[in-house]
């Protein structure tokens, strides 16, 4: 039967039963003509629902097409149960039948024809010719047998490296001194951690420091060496103080000077928030020399903040402390710290604040000589030479511009004045 020509031959029927249209359409597979028989091996599920589809496809939308009406087909299976599953209407044990539904989708909508009854007829003889009950289902069974195909493949050895995965260490932390009126042997300090990243060179202070800052090179690109990412990914847990009395060159200085490390308390089971730090050991008249490092839950360590000079002066009794940023001390690794930002800002004044006061009323040069004469190369003419009439002038006026970081929130304040020296663009 494998070498027969099958054919769908369908009629389509008015609601009232009288034959609207009739068609043929020959069943083809993908590349010439597709033959089956109904017995099990013939062809496989696919190839038999894509014969299907493309024979009703090609009748819809042939020249012209030989239906006005749509039609879809749909696949479904049904498997049989093994014994002991339990039995009733269906395949038998280890059974699988295959069903291929032919509906139609719509009318034609010519008229009064908007029905869509039809009959099949799934034959290999003249066309139209009823084998099949208009309210029949047409389907076919088949018997599918899959063999294993094992596939023995040759793979390149595999690839394999050591990594640590490891949590980011934390931000350098903020300090402020606050002084107790009237007291000249104490000091709070408040350390708060910041928020935010910041790619740096490690600075070892203790000996063990090399070690964790080791490991936090393992866990990140090696391409940034030298620099790690410190970024405050974890809560800060525990604050280190360093204290000298000797003026530090570099950070090494404050080896074995750590005042203290102290941590989160707890109050009724709970973690409290790190409380200000009191260094009640202060002597009056002596200058100090502080840094502070963030530790982080997992017991990452912060590089160090800058360097603090501290001095609580008692001067009879007058009591006021004097802290300032200590300049001297820097990174043995020799990192600056200094930024130019000439491409990022531009302070000038405009082009009305520098246009010639020519105006013997308002210019005093002007009004002892017009030529301008008593000018001298070399010095600095007056402000009053410059400025229109009509605008408020800059020159010897002091003005504050500040600039705050988006990512710390830090300001930085620059107090300037305008003054003409003669130089066009510095």
């Known amino acids: 039967m494998s070498s027969l020509n099958w054919k769908l031959d369908i009629t389509e029927y008015n609601d009232d039963g009288t034959v609207f249209n009739t068609f043929t359409a020959p069943l083809y597979g993908m590349a010439g003509t597709f033959s089956y028989g109904l017995n099990a091996g013939s062809a496989t599920v696919s190839n038999i629902y894509f014969a299907l589809w493309l024979a009703l496809d090609n009748a819809q939308h042939a020249a012209p097409p030989l239906t006005q009406r749509g039609y879809a087909v749909n696949i479904t299976a049904d498997a049989g149960m093994t014994a002991g599953e339990g039995a009733g209407a269906g395949p038998e044990p280890d059974e699988l039948i295959i069903n291929y539904q032919i509906t139609c989708t719509h009318g034609a909508g010519l008229g009064t024809d908007d029905s869509r009854k039809f009959q099949i007829n799934f034959d290999t003889g003249p066309t139209n010719q009823v084998v099949v009950p208009a309210t029949g289902d047409i389907h076919a069974a088949a018997t599918i047998k899959n063999d294993p195909y094992p596939a023995v493949a040759v793979f390149p050895s595999y690839y394999s490296t050591v990594v640590a995965v490891q949590d980011k260490p934390p931000m350098i932390p903020d300090v402020e001194f606050i002084p107790f009126r009237g007291v000249n042997n104490r000091i709070l300090l408040l350390i708060s951690g910041q928020s935010g990243n910041r790619w740096d060179v490690p600075i070892v202070i203790e000996p063990g420091d090399a070690d964790k800052f080791a490991s936090i090179y393992a866990s990140q690109d090696p391409a940034n060496f030298p620099y790690v990412e410190f970024r405050s990914d974890d809560p800060v847990t525990a604050y280190q103080i360093f204290r000298t009395t000797s003026p530090p060159m570099t950070y090494n200085d404050f080896q074995g000077k750590l005042l203290t490390e102290y941590s989160q308390d707890t109050y009724a ?26 530790m982080d839950i997992h017991g990452n360590i ?12 008692d001067n009879n009794g007058q009591i006021y402390p004097v802290i300032e940023m ?14 130019a930002g000439k491409r990022f800002i531009y302070i000038a004044p405009s082009t009305r604040q520098t246009t010639l006061n020519a105006d013997p009323a308002t210019n005093l040069g002007a009004s002892q000589n017009s030529d301008w004469s008593n000018l001298i190369e070399g010095q600095a003419p007056p402000n009053d030479l410059l400025g229109a009439l009509d605008v408020d002038k800059v020159w010897n006026n002091i003005f504050k511009v500040r600039i705050t970081s988006k990512k710390t929130g830090r300001k930085v304040d620059l107090n300037l004045i305008f003054k003409n020296t003669g130089v066009i663009e510095p």
């Open 302 to 313: 912060s590089n160090p903040s800058a360097v603090y000079q501290f001095e609580m002066v």
């Open 269 to 294: 089971g709970r973690e409290v928030p790190l409380l200000p730090y009191e260094d009640d050991t202060i002597i009056p008249n002596t200058k100090y020399y502080y840094c502070f490092r963030a």
């Open 326 to 339: 200590y300049q001297k001390c820097a990174d043995v690794s020799g990192q600056s710290y200094t930024k």
